[in-house]
């Protein structure tokens, strides 16, 4: 091989690993900003999940408050008959 096709051969070898090297660096700026995006919409989503767990005890305590006070009902339509049976005429 002759200096001149050596020289050649490593210019060549060099613009292929400069090209190599911005690929590379494109393909990994490219990663992390998808990494980036899935880190966001991964936190996102978390703080959905909490809001809907919050939203759900919320329920369950407006629910479960509800059948106490139906049963306060109950129990005070249950007195009001007693007192009616006692108050009103057997005849």
């Known amino acids: 091989m002759s200096d001149e096709e050596l020289r050649q051969l490593i210019a ?10 911005r690929s590379f660096s494109k393909s990994q700026k490219e990663w992390q900003k998808d ?10 989503m978390y703080e959905w999940m909490a809001r809907l767990s919050t939203s759900q005890a919320n329920f369950w ?5 509800y059948y106490r006070r139906l049963e306060d009902v109950e129990d005070r339509q ?5 007192i009616l049976d006692r108050v009103t005429d057997k005849s």
């Open 12 to 21: 060549f070898n060099a613009k292929a690993i400069e090209a190599l090297s």
């Open 61 to 65: 305590e407006i629910q479960a408050d």
């Open 78 to 82: 249950a007195k009001m008959l007693e």
């Open 35 to 44: 990494r980036e995006e899935w880190r966001k919409d991964r936190k996102q």
